[in-house]
């Protein structure tokens, strides 16, 4: 699934050098297509906002993008994040779904069993030099208009999470259609780097490190397709 072309080394220099990298070409080109495929027809998205979010998680499951009940959800969320951390898009828990047993047409299924065997195990210890990672989880993510995650840093007290990684599935993004990942100074007042969704690019950096997804625009072509999680020790 990862390219053969792909020579790791000078991201892996990088990566150790600025806690960051964002490695270009990262899977063979027909994975990508069948991923970019995948996530753009097949999969049953949910909305995820943040979890103490007064608003039903059934009525997000069952609104239908861009119709009144998902502006509505949107615009609340949107209000939330005037007042601190809130984040608003498509999601598809893949661990989960692995684990029950749903939609086994999926080829998703088959990522999460590549992205834990030990070949992959193998490369993220070399790439990262943490030789204590020992599973990567996996969200697939859509974010439409409007679509949005305000900072935070990945830190979370039950995972130990190593780095966070973000397989990019979008064609043809321009960087002023948003949904950038931008890195902020830890006063997170300041943007200190930005890494736009390119295609089939791995965007990598150590946790924890300040970031925010921007909004996506309204006038953006597409929505922006990813598969993310972490690199965790536990």
Known sequence: MISNELDIEPFRARLRAHGRVQVPGFLQDGAALRLHDCLRDEVPWETAQRTDAELAPGLLRSASPGSGEDAAALQAAAERARHGFEFYFDRYRMIDARRDGLDPELVLHAVVDFLNTPPFL????????????????????????????????????????AYAYVINLSREWLPDWGGLLQFLDPAERRVVDTFVPLWNSLSLF???????????APWAGSPRYSITGWFRRG
């Open 122 to 161: 193998d490369f993220a210890r070399h790439l990262t030099g943490d030789p204590a990672i020992r599973m990567v989880s996996a969200i697939a993510v859509r974010y439409r208009h409007g679509h949005f995650l305000r900072a935070h840093n990945d830190h979370a007290g039950n995972e130990d999470r």
């Open 206 to 216: 150590r946790v924890p490190q300040p970031h925010v997804v921007s909004l996506v």
